[in-house]
T-cell receptor, first 116, second 115 residues
Framework: NAGVTQTPKFRVLKTGQSMTLLCAQD?????MYWYRQDPGMGLRLIHY???????AKGEVPDGYNVSRLKKQNFLLGLESAAPSQTSVYFC???????????????FGPGTRLTVT | AQTVTQSQPEMSVQEAETVTLSCTYD???????LFWYKQPPSRQMILVIR??????QNATENRFSVNFQKAAKSFSLKISDSQLGDAAMYFC????????????FGAGTQVVVTP
């Protein structure tokens, strides 16, 4: 069981470039999330998905798009990167209530993104 | 809107001593969960302890324990017999039971452990 994995681990972009962050989980979890972590602000929810083919906005969705074409994958896209999107990005997954006694979110290792 | 507040940006503790991290939250919900996560320099988010709001008994996990005061909306973490490996950023987090599992985090408290 790899748990939650994120690709890539580091990336440097120039302003205006685009990229996609990939999150994969092998635990058959229904729910998945993208958070960003900035100094002094904790983790904030960008987008989330409650099942294959569904997505919803979180607290800070502007400038990002997501897709959940397969249950195990959740993609985060930046169409035109801005310096304000420099951050550490975390993906997480969560089992359907009642299916996992631990009932907690499982986090990936994070992706450090720098936009210059 | 719910908010989670950690008022201590940094706390310092000597090895073998005890440190308490504070967390307050604002909510109108009655059914929720509270968590403390540890983030070491590796960036990995590690769940330290969890408290269900309907339980009056405070959760304990080895050297980690919480003081949950529901009426005061307070959820502090006590680390006893501190070890060098406890040095990390600690985040308090909140989740409403029927909210698709979404977590709301505080800003974090950096714990420094000195020999």
């Amino acid at each position: 069981n790899a748990g939650v994995t994120q690709t890539p681990k580091f990336r440097v972009l120039k302003t205006g470039q685009s990229m996609t962050l990939l999150c994969a989980q092998d635990m058959n979890h229904e729910y998945m999330y993208w958070y960003r972590q900035d100094p002094g602000m904790g983790l904030r929810l960008i987008h989330y998905s409650v099942g294959e083919g569904t997505t919803a906005k979180g607290e800070v969705p502007d400038g990002y798009n997501v897709s959940r074409l397969k249950k195990q994958n959740f993609l985060l896209g930046l169409e035109s990167a801005a310096p304000s999107q420099t951050s550490v990005y975390f993906c997480a997954s969560f089992p359907t209530p009642g299916t996992d006694l631990n009932y907690e979110q499982y986090f990936g290792p994070g992706t450090r993104l720098t936009v210059t | 809107a719910q908010t989670v507040t950690q008022s201590q940006p940094e706390m310092s503790v000597q090895e073998a001593e005890t440190v308490t991290l504070s967390c307050t939250y604002d909510t109108s919900e009655s059914d929720y969960y509270l968590f403390w996560y540890k983030q070491p320099p590796s960036r990995q988010m590690i769940l330290v302890i969890r408290q269900e709001a309907y339980k009056q008994q405070n959760a304990t996990e080895n050297r980690f324990s919480v003081n949950f005061q529901k009426a005061a909306k307070s959820f502090s973490l006590k680390i006893s017999d501190s070890q060098l490996g406890d040095a990390a950023m600690y985040f308090c987090a909140y989740r409403v039971t029927d909210s698709w599992g979404k977590l709301q985090f505080g800003a974090g408290t950096q714990v420094v452990v000195t020999p």
